[in-house]
């Protein structure tokens, strides 16, 4: 399993960024696949998931900024991110789960076993 992240930068708040997650070896259409962040002061954060059916969740944090989506025909997902706050500044990743479920409410953070190497995202004020 691979998954290769890219898209990360340097924006100034309130300007946007795309990030993309390639997988292969993996299908993420069918199963719960999702973005972290992780900054040495908060540690990791869940930011959004989408499962097999396509329902999505958000932390609050990012809540009505934020947009993660798949594209199943490149088996790809993304994470559309507007409104960008500098407290958003954290390396992302990208994560599947290691069971391939459809459902993402079953799926502990432990489980996002599958992970990308990350890409920086910092949010200048």
């Known amino acids: 399993v691979r998954l290769v992240e890219s898209g990360g930068g340097s924006v100034q708040a309130g300007g946007s960024l795309r990030l993309s997650c390639a997988a292969s070896?993996?299908?993420?259409?069918?199963?719960?696949v999702g973005w972290f962040r992780q900054t040495p002061a908060k540690g990791r954060e869940r930011v959004a998931t989408?499962?097999?059916?396509?329902?999505?969740w958000y932390g609050d944090s990012v809540k009505g900024r934020f947009a993660i989506s798949k594209d199943n025909s490149r088996n790809t997902m993304y994470l559309q991110m507007d409104s960008l706050k500098p407290e958003d500044t954290a390396m992302y990743y990208c994560?599947?789960?290691?069971?391939?479920?459809?459902?993402?409410?079953?799926?502990?953070?432990?489980?996002?076993?599958?992970r990308g190497q990350g890409t920086q995202v910092t949010v200048s004020s």
């Open positions: 994560a599947a789960d290691v069971f391939s479920r459809p459902v993402c409410t079953v799926v502990d953070d432990v489980h996002f076993h599958y």
């Open positions: 070896g993996y299908t993420l259409s069918s199963s719960c």
């Open positions: 989408i499962d097999g059916a396509g329902s999505t």
